[in-house]
């Protein structure tokens, strides 16, 4: 079951009226997006950026049926780095834009799209599986060296040396990766270096890393951010407000220095000075939310 993070911040900071015109530029299970329609009133829009075809057009149909048409929201399969072209081809500036950067539950709990260590499916952690190489075919190919760091800068991942190695070999020994629970398997061989009485919460957390680092990588996803952080002063409207979620420090750390260098550069005229997280009693019900980060900036 899909659980929508930090709404009440979310909504305490944007600060929506009836009227305005908003952006969510990931719009997953579309629940953040309800939840800002309703503030419009049904005056006014918001637009929704997904590259999942899968999910996005279910999303597109289970807020239709609950009031939500083609009149106040518009559901497009783009890319959030292209936010450019959108204000562009709508002819006119954001009042408020979010972006949830977390992968939505309902990506997590197929097995089909390999998000998951926790059930067999195919290896592809692809957002779009249309598009690019599957998390498979990246390890088919990738080196030594380019997979270590990937783990690392990806995902600060302890044991990244350890589980190359096992890539490595299986690799060598034309034992095919093509599944999540045979990555699993790699994980669990390379971390037999762990006391057998943290070996068990130490593979469940360096699977977790693993397959984030890999999805980052299959998905270019500090590719997009870095692009999308360029681009929002240029589509936001004067006062326009941005929130973001954040959901590793990799992330975290683009988000942080991309809203300070462009408030220095004069482009918003405040940011958050601290992070914004959820609550303990959200956590308790979501324990999803816990890894999350919310910053904000505020356009000149």
């Known amino acids: 079951m899909h659980i929508s993070i930090c709404v009440n911040e979310i909504l305490d900071f944007l600060q929506i009226q009836p009227g305005q015109v908003g952006l969510d530029a990931t719009l997953g299970y579309g629940g953040h997006t309800k939840e800002m329609l309703k503030c419009l009133n049904g005056k006014g829009h918001i637009y ?6 899968i999910e996005s057009e279910k999303t ?8 939500f048409a083609e009149d106040v929201l518009t559901v497009r ?5 292209d936010i450019d072209l959108v204000s562009k081809d709508i002819g006119r500036k954001f009042d408020f ?4 950067l977390g992968v939505s539950s309902m990506q997590i709990d197929n097995p089909d799209r390999g998000f998951s260590y926790k059930v067999e499916g195919s290896l592809d952690l692809r957002l779009n599986p249309n598009k690019g190489k599957s998390a498979a075919d990246r390890l088919k190919e990738v080196t030594k060296i380019e997979l270590e760091g990937m783990l690392v ?9 350890e589980i190359t190695k096992v890539v490595m070999d299986w690799r060598k020994k034309g034992k095919a990766i093509e ?5 699993k398997e790699v994980i669990e061989e390379a971390l037999c270096v762990v ?3 943290e070996r068990k919460e130490a593979v469940k957390k360096s699977c977790a890393r693993t397959f984030q680092a890999l999805r980052i990588d299959v998905n270019n996803e500090f590719e997009v951010l870095y692009s999308f952080l360029e681009k929002l002063p240029e589509v936001l409207a004067p006062n326009g407000r941005v929130a973001i979620l954040t959901f590793h420090s990799g992330e975290d750390r683009l988000v942080k220095k991309s809203f300070k260098e462009m408030k220095n550069l004069g482009l918003y005229s405040e940011i958050s000075k601290d992070v914004i997280r959820p609550s303990a009693e959200e956590c308790l019900r979501n324990p999803r939310a816990k890894s999350t980060k919310m910053r904000w900036a505020i356009k000149s």
């Open 179 to 183: 599944t999540t629970l045979q990555l």
């Open 97 to 100: 834009i979010l972006a949830d």
């Open 77 to 81: 399969l783009q890319n959030f780095a």
């Open 195 to 197: 006391p057998q009485k």
């Open 60 to 67: 597109k149909k289970r807020l239709a049926s609950q009031g």
């Open 153 to 161: 800068e990806n995902s600060d991942e302890p044991y990244a040396k």
């Open 48 to 53: 929704g950026l997904d590259v999942d075809p």
